[in-house]
Nanobody, 115 residues
Framework: QVQLRESGGGLVQPGGSLRLSCAAS????????MGWYRQAPGKQRELVAT???????TYADSVTARFTISRDNAKNAVYLQMNTLKPEDTAVYYC?????????WGQGTQVTVSS
């Protein structure tokens, strides 16, 4: 099993920044893609950004140029730097990992963008 623990969520004003962190533990050998998803109230969970072991990244169109995903393979961690936050970024953000075609999720961290 893989355990994922997120941290770094909170309340921020529009235009502000937050950095989310996710640490993987357990059976971490073989983890390939890691990433972030989010779910706003009344909406489906959606992809935010992903990064492979080799550093290839993908982003949702809505966050491109504002969010940056990074990864520290030695620490088994993935990060999401979120800049120029907007109220529509408000959601629970979930860390995600794929290991040998099995999907793992963290419990989520709340991000609220409001004045």
């Amino acid at each position: 099993q893989v355990q994922l623990r997120e941290s770094g969520g909170g309340l921020v004003q529009p235009g502000g920044s937050l950095r989310l962190s996710c640490a993987a533990s357990g059976f971490i050998f073989g983890i390939d893609v890691m990433g972030w998803y989010r779910q706003a109230p009344g909406k489906q969970r959606e992809l935010v950004a992903t990064i492979t072991t080799g550093g290839t990244t993908t982003y949702a169109d809505s966050v491109t140029a504002r969010f940056t995903i990074s990864r520290d393979n030695a620490k088994n961690a993935v990060y999401l730097q979120m800049n120029t936050l907007k109220p529509e970024d408000t959601a629970v953000y979930y860390c995600h990992a794929i290991r040998f075609n099995r999907h793992y999720w963290g419990q989520g961290t709340q991000v609220t963008v409001s004045s």
